[in-house]
């Protein structure tokens, strides 16, 4: 498969389980936030997204919630899935092209 | 079905030549970007444009360019002069560039200079 998944931490989770997937962000001036899911070989896909003036989103069997006073942001899954492998990061955005990923976690589902 | 598609999926190439990645959109966005992505890092923009005849440098722009002659298409070149070409090259596109806007990512092309 592509090399994309290596070096990355890894979080191992039984199938059923919830997963929780951390990211800390920088800039304190981002007012948008994205979750990507990226299979092995493939683009990212969009998961799901959070603006600053909320701290929770929820979309089906995926929550994300934000904690600006510390910058953190996370995604948690819930009764992961063997299709739920993948790498999974965030993005942070603040405003017209500043636009910052990070390097993300890879999320491996013990069946 | 609506979408971001790049070509080739794999590409291989020796050192020295030129290579021109494709990435065509029907999305009707006007913002296209190119990403390059390596083993352990995040994204690294490369090159945007927001829209046609229009392109910007990103943060590792050197060796590569870009044209966009048309509203959904955005070739990214990767010339000689790049280093260390080989790596998996990414595009996206979003509806503008201005506010915050979700990107939408193409399949990704691999590409090995040896």
């Known amino acids: 498969g592509e090399s994309v998944g290596l070096h990355l931490p890894t979080l191992s989770v039984q199938e059923g389980d919830n997963s929780i997937i951390n990211c800390a962000y920088s800039?304190?001036?981002?007012?948008?936030f994205i979750w990507y899911k990226q299979e092995s070989g493939k683009g990212p896909q969009f998961i799901i997204d959070?603006?600053?003036?909320?701290d929770k989103r929820q979309g089906q069997r995926v929550t994300v919630l934000l904690n600006k006073t510390v910058k953190h942001l996370s995604l948690q899954i819930a009764a992961t899935q063997p299709g739920d492998s993948a790498v999974y990061f965030c993005?942070?955005?603040?405003?017209?092209?500043?636009?910052?990923f990070g390097t993300g976690t890879k999320l491996q589902v013990i069946p | 079905d609506g979408g971001i598609t790049q070509s080739p999926k794999y590409l291989f190439r020796k050192e020295g030549q030129n290579v021109t990645l494709s990435c065509e959109q029907n999305?009707?966005?006007?913002?296209m970007y190119w990403y390059r992505q390596d083993p352990g890092q995040g994204l690294r923009l490369i090159y945007y444009?927001?829209?046609?005849?229009?392109?910007q440098k990103g943060d590792i722009a050197e060796g590569y360019s870009v044209s966009r002659e048309k509203k959904e298409s955005f070739p990214l070149t990767v010339t000689s002069a790049q280093k260390n070409p080989t790596a998996f090259y990414l595009c996206?596109?979003?509806?503008?560039?201005?506010?915050?806007?979700?990107?939408?990512f193409g399949p990704g092309t691999r590409l090995t200079v040896t």
């Open positions: 996206a596109s979003s509806i503008s560039l201005a506010g915050v806007y979700e990107q939408y």
């Open positions: 800039n304190s001036a981002s007012d948008y």
């Open positions: 959070i603006r600053s003036n909320m």
């Open positions: 993005a942070e955005n603040g405003g017209y092209q500043k636009v910052t």
């Open positions: 999305l009707n966005h006007d913002a």
């Open positions: 444009s927001q829209i046609v005849n229009d392109f």
